[in-house]
């Protein structure tokens, strides 16, 4: 069963009445549990593609269906919903919340959530552990350095056991250990839950990893 | 391990930044305890004026003609007045159709100088036989009528004049009186006078040294039969009586209360443009509190809080700011009303003051307006900063 089928997806940015063909007439179908991989220059419109698929901006036209459900036809709470039970983002860029500790960023999903189970602060300490900052429960973000940041943040988008993994250059600040880590854990979790991944990245060898790997250019998308 | 909801997330961050929230809770509470205090005095004057009135229980005040302001101030406002007319205009007004009760009293103020050794008081001589005036708390503070040459104080009186102890000698008028007791408070200019009955006046007009004469009363209340207007009976007293002006109960205060309504709209200017300040105020720190965090908000929202938790959590922080402003608001307006009445002389001689309701009534109305002002401000920047697309948001600088 396919978990993703795009038709026909394009997002155009208009800036002082230019226009800018960041996602080009794509169509992509993409299985349940496939780890993809997308590389591409900056400026492709990698971002806006996943973000598009992540529910978190409009498409200008085309259709996005998970589970076989148009999720552009959604009102903003039950968008709100899919991006909080479906589909687990991990960003480009620094994304915890600076006021709360990073025990606490990891509770926030749950906060959104209205069927939340109790057991998220155990879960939370658990998680934390996993990515490697089980020490750093109740350290804020300003204490913590740019790749314990982003180890937070993929621990905190594993939170509402999301069926849907997108990552945007997940492993951008890490070290190759860490890197290789955190792949490992993608990969077990691919495997074991069957979590869909695609991911973002600059670097062709984490592609590899990838049973699937996708090109883009210019709005444009290729299999590799 | 400890809680963790939107109310954290909300304390959070508005400690992030305490002077910019501490400024904000000053500015409502400054905003709320202006109300309060003009809110207070307004009421406690009007409610004051009303409280004397229905405290007389009769419908007419029949003065002598001219004398209806000096009346109005003896009675409300506690100052010193004397105007007389002769008693048999009594047997007059009781002529009138539609008087079913009335009686009469004489007013006189002390003089300091050798016949008198108390400070300038009012005295309110008063017929004990026709009285429906000062009888009822006669009763509940002594229990028994007052015999010649003796007199009972008012609630300030006793407190002015500093008596204490009672069963004291003192000299009125060259006339011995002992002071027999204190009458509860009324919450009227009765508070501020002693009182006794009127036989002891020819005492005091013998003793030569009150302007007095024999056969002089100040002022007659009446009351009427059942469903008869007082101001149409009261019209046809002052023609009947071409020596009488008359004021009925719905008309006494009514140059204060009107003096008073020209205050109300100067507090009502000030209050709304205080208020219209300080809702651009919230407006302005929420604008940029929404700017600032438009990044966060952006984050929340791909994580999948809809608009109703944005809208939440920026709400609890408006309430915390709201709550706080307008309890400091009410605590200082209370006390500034409550010290600053000493200093108003109209408001010591109303002796107006406030029940716990019209207290409690204040304190929410100042409560409302606080919470309406932070909601009103901050409502546009919240609204705009939760439709913002969730990656636009988080992209915006
Ligand atoms: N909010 C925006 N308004 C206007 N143009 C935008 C906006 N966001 C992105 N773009 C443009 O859309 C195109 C695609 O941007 P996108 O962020 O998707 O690229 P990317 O492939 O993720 O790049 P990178 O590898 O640098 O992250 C770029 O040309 C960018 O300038
Ligand atoms: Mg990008």
């Known amino acids: 069963m396919q978990h993703i089928e795009i038709e026909d997806l394009s997002k155009i940015y208009t800036v002082d009445k230019l226009a800018i063909n960041a996602v080009d007439h794509v169509s992509l179908k993409i299985g349940k549990g496939e780890f993809v991989s997308i590389v591409g220059h900056s400026g492709s419109g990698k971002t806006t593609f996943i973000s598009m698929i992540g529910g978190i901006i409009k498409p200008s036209s085309g259709r996005i269906l998970v589970e076989g459900n148009d999720i552009c036809l959604l009102n903003d709470d039950a968008l709100s919903e899919y991006r909080n039970r479906k589909v687990g983002f991990m960003f480009q860029f620094a994304s915890l919340l600076p006021v709360l500790t990073a025990r606490e960023n990891l509770l926030l999903p749950g906060l959104f959530n209205g069927a939340k189970t109790s057991n998220d602060g155990k879960k939370a300490v658990e998680y934390l552990e996993m990515v490697g900052v089980g020490d750093k429960l109740n350290a804020y973000p300003s204490q913590l350095s740019g790749g314990q940041q982003r180890r937070v943040a993929i621990a905190r988008a594993l939170m509402n056991d999301p069926e849907l993994i997108l990552a945007d250059e997940p492993t951008g600040d890490l070290d190759e250990e860490t890197e290789g880590e955190i792949m490992n854990l993608f990969e077990k979790l691919n495997q074991e839950k069957k979590l869909t991944f695609i991911f973002i990245t600059h670097n062709l060898e984490l592609a590899r990893h990838a049973k699937r790997q996708i090109r883009m250019t210019n709005g444009l998308i290729k299999e590799i | ?322 709550i706080m402003g307008s309890i400091i608001g009410i605590a200082t307006g209370v006390s500034l009303s409550a010290s600053l009445s000493r200093s108003f002389n109209i408001l010591k001689d109303i002796s107006a003051s406030l029940s716990l309701i019209q207290h409690t009534v204040i304190a929410i109305a100042g409560l409302l307006v606080g919470f309406a002002v932070c909601v009103a401000g901050a409502m546009m920047p919240v609204n705009r900063i939760k439709k913002l697309e969730p990656l636009l948001a988080i992209k915006k600088e």
Request: glycine share 6%.
């Open chain 2, 1 to 322: 391990m400890d809680k963790f909801n939107f109310l954290t997330v909300a304390i959070k961050n508005l400690r992030r930044k305490t002077f910019r929230t501490g400024a904000l809770v000053f500015s409502i509470a400054l905003l709320v305890c202006l109300m309060i205090f003009a809110l207070s005095f307004v009421v406690s004057v009007s409610s004051g004026i009303k409280k004397t009135s229905d405290r007389f229980g009769a419908d007419l005040l029949v003065v002598p003609v001219g004398a209806r302001s000096n009346a109005e101030e003896f009675l409300l406002e506690s100052k010193e007045a004397s105007f007389y007319m002769p008693k048999s205009i009594i047997d007059r007004v009781r002529k009138i159709e539609g008087i079913e009760e009335l009686t009469y009293q004489t007013y006189l103020t002390t003089i300091s100088g050798l016949c008198c050794d108390i400070a300038p008081t009012r005295i309110i001589a008063f017929n004990q036989g026709s009285d429906f005036i000062v009888n009822p708390w006669l009763q509940k503070s002594l229990g028994r009528k007052l015999k010649k040459g003796e007199a009972i104080a008012g609630y300030e009186t006793d407190y002015n004049l500093g008596f204490e102890l009672l069963d004291v000698e003192k000299t009125i008028f060259n006339n011995k009186f002992k002071i027999v007791g204190v009458l509860d408070k009324t919450g009227t200019g009765l508070d501020n006078a002693l009182f006794m009955d009127e036989e002891n006046l020819n005492d005091i007009i013998a003793s030569g040294k009150s302007p007095l004469k024999t056969g002089d009363i100040s002022i007659i209340f009446a009351k009427l039969k059942k469903g008869l207007d007082p101001y149409l009976v009261g019209k046809k007293v002052e023609a009947d009586i071409v020596e009488v002006d008359v004021v009925s109960r719905r008309e006494m205060g009514g140059s204060l209360l009107n003096a008073l309504k020209d205050i109300n709209k100067i507090f009502l200017v000030s209050i709304s443009m205080a208020s219209i300040l300080a809702v651009f105020l919230v407006w302005a720190i929420f604008s940029a509190i929404a700017n600032e965090r438009s990044k966060e908000v952006g984050i929340m929202r791909a994580i999948g809080a809809k608009e109703s938790h944005i809208v939440r959590l920026f709400m609890l922080e408006v309430f915390i700011i709201a």
